[in-house]
């Protein structure tokens, strides 16, 4: 009976959530392509739009290699400028929540690929709002309400 097997090939839902998290360190497309294709963008409509001769076709290529160095350095800017600090603590207040509500610098970095050094000055900075409790290495963000 066919549909009675299990197929060993393609792993449960259990196992392939506890694949270990990888850090996020390459950009989301490389910026080569997005410079390129930029480029190419802007060289095909500046060539549209002027008459097709030798000048227009120099213009149209010098306005391309613009378009594409301008694309190119904003997506490094991007890339290399990381995550924001209030962008920061949100993804370690959702990371938190999701982990019950405490979590420690080690765990944020490997759910998250946020570097340790990083992640601790995220977690003390949402320490001195009040918005968690810190005990030993390990943050409290949503401790049970005292009764009265």
């Excluded at 350095?73 to 019950?100: C, H, Y």
Aim: charged residues 20%; positive net charge; proline residues 5%.
């Amino acid at each position: 009976m066919l549909g009675s097997q299990k197929s060993e090939c393609r792993p449960t839902f259990a196992q392939a959530s506890k694949k270990p998290a990888q850090p996020h360190n390459r950009p989301m497309l490389p910026r080569t392509f997005i410079a390129v294709t930029v480029a190419g963008v802007v060289f095909a409509l500046s060539l549209a739009t002027f008459k097709w001769n030798l000048f227009s076709f120099v213009v149209s290529g010098l306005l391309g290699l613009l378009g594409g160095g301008l694309a190119y350095g904003w997506n490094f800017r991007l890339d290399s400028g990381g995550i924001g600090p209030v962008a920061r603590e949100r993804v370690a207040m959702q990371t938190a929540w999701r982990k019950g509500g405490k979590i420690t610098a080690e765990q944020l970095e490997s759910l998250v690929g946020m570097p340790v050094s990083q992640a601790r000055a995220t977690l003390e900075a949402l320490c001195k709002r009040g918005l968690c409790q810190k005990d030993g290495s390990t943050y409290t963000f949503y401790p049970k309400a005292k009764q009265i």
